[in-house]
């Protein structure tokens, strides 16, 4: 291709404003005559969703067969960045071999709420892990010359509405949760494009919001790549351009190439804003086609690492007197009772429903492990629909009794999780939990197998039960995954990625999961998650990074040391019990001493370590600043102070097995002060406090009440602006200025030095 300023200038304005937008429902357009071919793009985000036809939307059919990966949830679940790498690269290999040249995912939204009907694509309720999984996957994927397309950009939290609904989030709030994850790939994977979404946010549309995408994406975080619609997001197409956005979709949207025309003929709209998306997206096209792609993996066996991505997401919730792993050895008879155990769900509904190439099936896994050594006897349960059916329950109790062990595979049913709606309800259907307490009467053997994309509530008949395994919606390899895993020819390994609550109404977001009147007041703010339980000290069911193992982990000798602008973080993790195991060792940052208020733990390394039985491993983490930092919107700015913070290393978040207290002091100096800056803000910061003292000095010469600028003072006044201090004591001092005019000088004293 040409370099990209050489085709803008053959280009006519119109072919320009024809390029900002998509040839169809997956292509951009091509224009021949200027050597620019077209790119296609498909859903999407735990696989490759290529319709049959680029005019079709094909989310209800069936479309071109392609491995269905585990869920956002459920991969979020695995915490393992290799693992995430891995998938990208099986992806772009496979998006090469299906010629897929932009992927839009992966969706890295935050779980607000467990009722949000997306819930099972996105990661995690913690941008930290979010974004690292989000960047290995993206730096995966991109290796293999196939782009991502990151969404949604931003604050689509739920369905509910979506479209018509701005989530009203505040600044601080913004940054830290719904921004944070984003701004974290944006710099460590840089994604080919980022698709915007469908809500407004604080009251303007993602897609045309000047702040989100002008002040935020482009000028902060430097973002030189494409932003795409999510699909019908445009609504001002002016204003959107304008903003930032490149590219519509889908296309042609001839009346937006028109009005873009238009605008510029009429002197609304810079040609050169034309120019910009223009270029950008002949820039992507160039990425695409001209890609220099990795070594591509020779025969990836895509069904293999479905499964082995599936082993890694499982989370082992409950585990009473060991009763898993079962052993073939031990038992003659075995009941399997759910219609998942044969007809598995393995993801959720809408443009992330993948086609899968196969599927594995539980109960045929599980007859492959036993073979005739174990009866495996089989009820369905549970009916299809909502009905209570005290026949199948009675037969299927029957049938638990008879055995030595009794397996029961429930979860959401397949169509309350889906895009376009929320849930309305975490708790399985009734029917389902009617079907566990009849079971659990007569046979104490008992484990349940949940299915479900995002938290389930469980307390209203986990107490009868020894053994939970959440499988999450894991894909295609999940039958055999979740039967290995019963049997202990894997080890769980997956640790939560969401907070699961006792019941829906502990959720922070419970009261405003829905807008009114077109707004969505994002009022707990920073409590999302287990930031909030551990505020309110309440205990959740099973908590954030919770996940049991078949083995046991020693954690040892933690030490925490800042050394200039790091802090190095070394302690040792040992496989203290029998078999081969994984453990997710996560850190968490508590700041003491903070003059705003910080949740009391945030979530700031992670890493999935392997160890064989007795093998003992030292985990080094090196911290930065910003890991330390609160973003303080009084200076617009991320702020680390001085101070003593807590090096905070768990098992999960709530199962804390190592604490160093360290003081961390990163040089930090306030960048701006105004005319209400705070006595504390002046006295707080050396330079500023010098420059304070001299005009109080100078002050305490023509007043007769001296300042004294002493503990008793600053107690009482250090929360008063500094100019009322002149206000208040400074009186026959002003004459000829006034304490704007002093506060002015001291500004300006302080930024000239
Ligand atoms: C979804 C996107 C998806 C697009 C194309 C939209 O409705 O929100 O996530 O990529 O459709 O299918």
Known sequence: MRPTQELLAAMTLEEKAAICAGLNMWMTKGFEQHGIPALQMYDGTNGIRKTNSNEEMGITGENIPATCYPTGSAIGSSWNTDLLQELGVALGVEGREMEVDLLLGPGINMKRTPLGGRNFEYYSEDPFLTGELGAALINGLQSQGVGASLKHFAGNNQEFEKIVTSSEIDERTLR??????????????????????YNLLNGSYTSENEHLLNDILREEWGYEGVVISDWTAVNDRIRGLAAGLDLE????????????VKAVQEGKLDEAVVDKSAGRIIELVRKVKEANVESAPANVDYHELARRAAAE?????????????????????????????????????????????????????????????????????????????????????????????????????????????????????????KLIKAVTEVQPHCIVVTSSGSALAMNSWIQY???????????????????????????????????????????????????????????????????????????????????????????????????GEHVNVAFFVENTGTMFGKEVVQLYIHDEECSWNRPQKELK???????????????????????FAYYNTKYNKWVAETGYFQIVIGSSSRDIRLRERIHCDFGLEPISFHKFSLLNDWINTPKAKTIFEAYLAEMNKHVSEQVILDDVFIGFWGDFPAIKIFQMFGQTWLIDRSPDDVIAEMIAEFERQ
């Open 605 to 627: 390394a992670f890493t999935k370590i392997a160890l064989a039985p007795g093998e003992k491993q030292q985990v080094h983490f090196v911290l930065e600043e910003r890991d």
């Open 313 to 433: 997401s499982i989370v082992l919730l409950k585990n009473d007197n060991s009763i898993l792993p079962l052993d073939s050895e031990k038992m003659s008879k075995m009941a399997v009772i759910g219609t998942f155990a044969k007809q598995p769900r393995i993801q959720g509904a809408g443009s992330a429903r993948v086609t899968p190439t196969r599927v594995d099936i539980p109960w045929d896994e599980l007859k492959n492990i036993v073979g005739d050594k174990v009866d495996l006897v089989y009820a369905d349960g549970y009916p299809q629909d909502d009905r209570i059916n005290e026949q199948m329950i009675q037969e299927s109790a029957a049938l638990a009794a008879s055995a030595d062990v009794a397996v029961l595979f429930v979860g959401q049913p397949e169509y309350v999780e889906s895009e376009m709606h929320d849930l309305e309800t975490i708790e399985l259907p009734l029917h389902q939990q």
């Open 249 to 260: 979709m889908p296309g042609p949207a001839y009346y937006n190439t028109k009005a873009i």
């Open 176 to 197: 830290e949760i719904y921004l944070a994850a984003f701004e974290r790939i944006v710099k460590k994977a840089n994604p080919w494009t980022i698709m915007c979404s």
């Open 465 to 563: 039960v020894p053994g939970v395994l959440h499988s999450w919606l894991t894909g295609q390899g999940s039958g055999k995954a979740i039967a290995d895993i019963l049997f202990g020819h894997v080890n769980p390994s997956g640790k939560l990625s969401e907070t699961f609550p006792v019941k829906l109404s502990d959720n922070p977001a419970h009261m405003r999961i829905r807008g009114e009147n077109g707004k969505l007041y994002y009022r707990e703010g920073l409590s999302i998650g287990y930031r909030y339980y551990d505020r309110k000290e309440l205990a959740p069911q099973f908590p954030f990074g919770h996940g049991l193992s078949y083995t046991t982990f020693a954690y040892s000798d933690l030490k925490a040391v800042q050394q």
